[in-house]
């Protein structure tokens, strides 16, 4: 199945922007989302002034009242939205003393919740469909490795490995593949971040740690989002694929 029309969510910046653009150029309609209007707007206007289609919609994925607003106002303006891409995410450096039960919950609330929530609301249409692809993004701190002063993080995005395995089961025979992502270090606000991960001078020293020995970019993410949701991917389902540039396999 080709995707016609995808959404987006956190699409304004980062992997989630790189992904709206690369959907863009393929011809699918991009439903760019995030809770950063301005950044959103900017993407969906990028997406049309190169020639593709898309709109911006204000979603804030903890959100069930927007999420269901997002997909009705999609579904009567172009039909059902066959490709959603749970990308969302908040990274918060916070000792397990000092993490309080908002902290957590918020994390686990846009994490793992929001993924739960817009796949949840396109299920129907995609079953109606007879097909569908739904791409989540994890992380390698949710797959392998453990990220001290970030549990909240790694148990949610833990948990997006455990959701895409069993809602692949669930939809498995109506045509509707789940699949995941479990990025490494990939340049972006969040990974950039003094406060919340490694910051510009530790970006700066992971390559020397990173096999491939360069950081990721966005577009080497976005383009396995587009090969998950794409045909070429039609017998995968059920899988979180490492794009890490042999960090995992190479720490030794
Ligand atoms: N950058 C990395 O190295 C890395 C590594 C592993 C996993 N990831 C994951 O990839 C995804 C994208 O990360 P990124 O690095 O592009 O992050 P980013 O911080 O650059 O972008 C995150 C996006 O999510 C949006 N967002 C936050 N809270 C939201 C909410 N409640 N509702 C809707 N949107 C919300 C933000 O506005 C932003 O657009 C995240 O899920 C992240 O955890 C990133």
């Given at each position: ?34 809770v ?28 069930t ?39 957590w ?121 587009l ?7 039609r ?18």
């Amino acid at each position: 199945m080709t995707a016609q029309t995808v959404l987006v969510t956190g699409a304004g910046i980062g992997i989630g922007r790189a992904t709206a653009i690369a959907f863009g150029r393929l011809g699918a309609h991009v439903l760019v989302t995030d809770v950063l209007a301005e950044e959103g707007e900017a993407v969906a206007a990028e997406i049309f002034a190169a020639g593709g289609r898309a709109s911006f919609h204000l979603l804030d994925v903890t959100s069930t009242e927007e999420v269901e607003a997002v997909f009705a106002a999609a579904e009567a303006a172009h039909g059902v939205v066959d490709t959603v891409i749970a990308n969302a995410g908040i990274a918060r450096h916070v000792p397990v003393e000092q993490l309080t039960d908002a902290l957590w919950n918020q994390t686990v609330d846009i994490d793992l919740g929001g993924v739960m929530r817009v796949f949840r609301r396109a299920v129907p249409g995609l079953r109606k469909r007879g097909a569908g692809s739904l791409v989540a993004l994890s992380s390698i701190m949710g797959i392998a490795y453990g990220w001290d002063k970030h549990i909240h993080y790694s148990a949610a995005k833990a948990g997006v490995i455990g959701l895409v395995r069993g809602l692949a089961v669930e939809l498995a025979s109506q045509g509707i593949r789940v699949n995941g992502i479990a990025p490494g270090y990939i340049r972006t606000a969040q990974l950039l971040s003094e406060e919340h991960s490694l910051g510009a001078a530790g970006a700066e020293q992971a390559p020397a740690f990173i096999p491939m020995g360069r950081l990721g970019e966005p577009e080497d993410i976005a383009d396995v989002v587009l090969f998950l949701a794409s045909e070429a991917a039609r017998y995968i389902t059920g899988q979180v694929i490492v794009v890490d540039g042999g960090l995992l396999v190479g720490r030794y």
